[in-house]
């Protein structure tokens, strides 16, 4: 999903760079030594900045007995380099936070990013220790062991909760081929067996200069942050080899799946999943607007028909937009004398009406106010820019972040239909019960 290009080159922009794009105020650039991607916005709110690097890799690159990697390599990178390391007393969380910087990093199916919100005059800093790390990290054993710990912690916790359980459940049964069937986390005893060597091949095969995408965002002078950017990044190599391509591909599902979760709790829910397109099908937006008109507030399909009348405590949707297909997925929660049977019949009931007459006018405009509204929040400074392009540099295209509102106002409610009757079919469900104990 190309953008057209919004803006001419720059005329002074460093010879080290070649311009490839400019959407909606953000400008793109290649690092032309190592195939680096920069994302510039210049944005003088507040005398703040945002830089994050996103790694074009995730849970989705993960193989069985190495899932978790991308995870385990989030806490690992972390600990240090030779530069940059608790020992030295110029730990990485020491050297950010002295300087007032916000700094973490989260895992997803497609991609990893690692992040600093921090008063502009200390970019330097969080641009040195980025690419310090991007090629730098020790990944020492004893390291490793330590946050194995940690990590399989975090591990049991979420294991302590009913819906992530049946989420994890749903998604687990959904896909059989593809890796979205495991969990960003990864599975136990992959945590429990992973060597430092493991995770060592791992990174060197995925954190590559020419498998990241650097976004700046803030107070900045776009001259000097590209010059700081092949100051501290320019020395890196690109890869050796070609980054490897996941070629696994989830078969046609041709029948109805079904997940039960028991576990100790108050009141059960249901999750109903249906095999969606990846993020970058323009049917993508027709599904949010319809995820939005089945169970966005009071006004939406399945809280009137079973909020309202007593069946539920809360209904919710949502639709993945991933790199390759994912799912559209409906929530809800039951109130204390409903049934799964009743609820799922209903939740069933709300998506035939749409796929046989479709939705009003009145509900695509409220979808898309809602829309427009999430989206303007979501877009309220630096780092809520920066978190939004992640998941657009994830899915593929980071312009998919500036043309939503634009492709959302294009929505008709003739599209909102066909796409509820192209997916959302049963062959292609699966079904959850979480069933407290």
Do not use: C
């Not at 385990?72 to 300087?99: N, P, Y």
């Not at 199916?109 to 730098?136: C, Q, S, V, W």
């Not at 109805?256 to 397109?277: F, I, N």
Request: no cysteine.
């Amino acid at each position: 999903m190309a953008s057209p290009t919004t803006a001419a080159p720059p005329t002074d922009l460093p010879d080290t760079f070649e311009f490839v794009d400019a959407s909606g105020g953000i400008e793109e650039y290649t690092l032309t030594s190592n195939g680096l991607r920069v994302l510039v916005l210049e944005q003088a709110a507040a005398p703040v900045v945002a830089f994050m690097v996103t790694y074009h890799v995730g849970s989705r690159n993960e193989w069985t007995g190495l899932t978790g990697a991308t995870h385990i390599l989030e806490h690992l990178m972390f600990k240090g380099t030779e530069r940059f390391h608790k020992k030295k007393g110029t730990s990485i969380f020491d050297m950010l936070q002295r300087v007032g910087a916000r700094v973490n990093a989260t895992t997803w199916f497609d991609r990893t990013n690692y992040y600093e919100m921090l008063p502009k005059e200390h970019l330097p800093l969080a641009i040195d220790i980025e690419a310090d790390r991007m090629r730098g990290a020790l990944l020492d054993a004893e390291d490793l062991e330590s946050e194995r710990t940690v990590i399989l912690n975090e591990y049991d916790r979420g294991k302590n909760e009913a819906l992530r359980n049946l989420y994890d459940a749903v998604w687990g049964a959904a896909f059989v081929a593809h890796p979205y069937h495991h969990p960003t986390i990864g599975w136990r005893s992959d945590i429990e067996h992973v060597t430092p060597e493991g995770l060592r091949h791992f990174y060197d095969t995925y954190y590559w200069p020419n498998n990241a995408t650097v976004s700046i965002i803030g107070d900045l002078d776009r001259g000097e942050a590209l010059s700081l950017v092949e100051e501290h990044f320019g020395a890196l190599d690109a890869s050796p080899e070609p980054i490897p391509e996941m070629h696994t591909r989830e078969p046609e599902q041709k029948g109805e799946r079904r997940v039960k979760v028991h576990q100790e709790g108050q009141l059960g829910a249901v999750m109903t999943s249906y095999k969606s397109p990846e993020g970058l099908s323009e049917d993508a937006d027709a599904l949010d607007i319809l995820a939005r008109v089945l169970a966005s507030g009071k006004g939406s399909r399945l809280f009137k028909r079973l909020t309202d009348r007593g069946l539920t405590s809360d209904v919710f949707a949502m639709s993945s937009r991933l790199r390759d297909p994912g799912l559209f997925s409906l929530f809800a929660f039951l109130a204390p004398d409903a049934t799964h049977e009743v609820v799922e019949e209903g939740m069933r009931e709300a998506v035939e009406a749409v796929q046989q007459r479709g939705i009003t006018d009145e509900e695509l405009q409220r979808a898309q106010t809602q829309l427009k509204a999430k989206e303007a929040f979501g877009r309220d400074g630096p780092f809520a820019i920066a978190a939004q392009l992640n998941e657009a540099i994830a899915a593929g295209d980071w312009t998919l972040y500036t043309t939503y509102l634009d492709r959302i106002d294009r929505v008709t409610p003739d599209d909102v239909q066909r796409v509820a009757q192209t997916y959302l079919q049963p062959e292609r469900a699966t079904v959850g019960h979480y069933i407290p104990e």
